[in-house]
């Protein structure tokens, strides 16, 4: 489907059209009345496809972002817990020292 996706839009109804007088020479009414039917209800489930593929692919990324968000979240807590579990020490550390000086 690539060539349909790289022509201007002038072109794509300028070939629809052509398709559309293809189809329906030398058919009754009757016959181009099915036929349209029928290519409209493809149409319809082909957009059909598309919009729950389109909605599961972007349920997909939120939630791959929210991970990453959830993430990064925990790992910065993390770090801050660490950062200041090694502060406390440091002062405890410090205390210590204080109180071996002074005795």
Same mark, same amino acid.
């Given at each position: ?69 959830? $993430? *990064?979240? =925990?790992?910065? /807590?993390?770090? &801050? !817990?660490? @950062?200041? %579990? $090694? *502060?406390? =020490?440091?002062? /405890?550390?410090? &205390? !210590?020292? @204080?109180? %071996?000086?002074?005795?």
């Amino acid at each position: 489907m690539g060539y349909i996706n790289d022509i201007s839009p002038q072109e794509l109804a300028t070939l629809a059209n052509i398709v559309a007088i293809a189809l329906t020479e030398g058919r009754t009414a009757d016959e181009s009345n099915v036929l349209g039917n029928f290519i409209a209800t493809v149409g319809a489930l082909i957009l059909t496809i598309a919009a729950q593929q389109q909605s599961l692919e972007a349920r997909l990324a939120a939630k791959e972002a929210k991970d990453t968000k959830d $993430k *990064d979240m =925990k790992d910065t /807590k993390t770090s &801050k !817990d660490k @950062k200041d %579990k $090694k *502060d406390k =020490k440091g002062v /405890k550390d410090a &205390k !210590d020292t @204080k109180t %071996k000086e002074n005795e």
